[in-house]
């Protein structure tokens, strides 16, 4: 008969303690690394290669949520990469959005190709150098694009404020010819009323000058 060795409470307390301190430093660690990445890559802040499919992208989401989690530790920043890694996996979901961040990653590859005058078959694109120097040119077609449409938005409002203006400025001066258009029918009794007032006052003008006859 094998006698299990009883392990004492202290025991118990200390592993139940490195394993809170396990599990919180995997979130830390997880918590880091979101907030690290760069974010206009959403690819690189849920930690997936291009490619992947919509059921990866939400199990990996899933997954990184639940270890990140404001509610389950105890990190300050936690909220913030929270944040960072929804607003990621709601930006690959997004058939569009996601349509452009591919075509910058794979405009960034065949920029690096043409500039070092090599082939789709060249063997320096299997290198980890290569992998490298495509994360880093991804980030600066990324930014460039960010800018363009940036530029794009600010151009796009200020052309819409320059119609809501004109539009305000006709519908400001259809409102004061109509108020103006009110004010002479308002008078209008006014008007009408002097004038005969003064068509009366040049009659008896008249009579007072005529001088009678013999």
Same mark, same amino acid.
């Given at each position: 008969?094998?006698?299990?060795?009883?392990?004492?409470?202290?025991?118990?307390?200390?592993?139940?303690?490195?394993?809170?301190?396990?599990?919180?430093?995997?979130?830390?660690?997880?918590?880091?690394?979101?907030?690290?990445?760069?974010?206009?890559?959403?690819?690189?802040?849920?930690?997936?290669?291009?490619?992947?499919?919509?059921?990866?992208?939400?199990?990996?989401?899933?997954?990184?949520?639940?270890?990140?989690?404001?509610?389950?530790?105890?990190?300050?920043?936690?909220?913030?990469?929270?944040?960072?890694?929804?607003?990621? !996996?709601?930006?690959?979901?997004?058939?569009?959005?996601?349509?452009?961040?591919?075509?910058?990653?794979?405009?960034?590859?065949?920029?690096?190709?043409?500039?070092?005058?090599?082939?789709?078959?060249?063997?320096?694109?299997?290198?980890? !150098?290569?992998?490298?120097?495509?994360?880093?040119?991804?980030?600066?077609?990324?930014?460039?694009?960010?800018?363009?449409?940036?530029?794009?938005?600010?151009?796009?409002?200020?052309?819409?404020?320059?119609? !809501?203006?004109?539009?305000?400025?006709?519908?400001?001066?259809?409102?004061?010819?109509?108020?103006?258009?009110?004010?002479?029918?308002?008078?209008?009794? !006014?008007?009408?009323?002097?004038?005969?007032?003064?068509?009366?006052?040049?009659?008896?003008?008249?009579?007072?000058?005529?001088?009678?006859?013999?």
């Amino acid at each position: 008969m094998t006698i299990k060795p009883q392990i004492a409470d202290d025991d118990i307390d200390a592993l139940e303690a490195l394993d809170t301190e396990e599990k919180e430093f995997i979130k830390d660690a997880e918590i880091d690394r979101i907030l690290k990445a760069f974010r206009l890559d959403a690819y690189a802040v849920l930690d997936l290669q291009p490619g992947v499919p919509e059921s990866d992208i939400k199990k990996c989401y899933r997954v990184k949520s639940l270890i990140i989690h404001p509610d389950k530790t105890r990190n300050p920043q936690a909220p913030d990469a929270f944040d960072r890694l929804k607003k990621a !996996q709601t930006e690959l979901m997004d058939e569009k959005h996601r349509e452009r961040l591919d075509e910058a990653i794979a405009d960034a590859r065949t920029l690096l190709i043409r500039e070092n005058k090599w082939t789709v078959d060249s063997p320096e694109l299997r290198t980890e !150098q290569f992998a490298k120097d495509w994360r880093e040119k991804s980030k600066l077609v990324m930014i460039e694009n960010e800018h363009r449409r940036r530029r794009q938005v600010k151009a796009q409002m200020q052309e819409e404020g320059r119609e !809501q203006k004109k539009a305000d400025e006709e519908l400001d001066l259809r409102k004061r010819k109509r108020e103006h258009e009110q004010d002479w029918e308002s008078t209008r009794e !006014q008007r009408i009323g002097s004038w005969r007032d003064f068509q009366k006052g040049g009659e008896k003008k008249k009579k007072k000058k005529a001088k009678p006859i013999g």
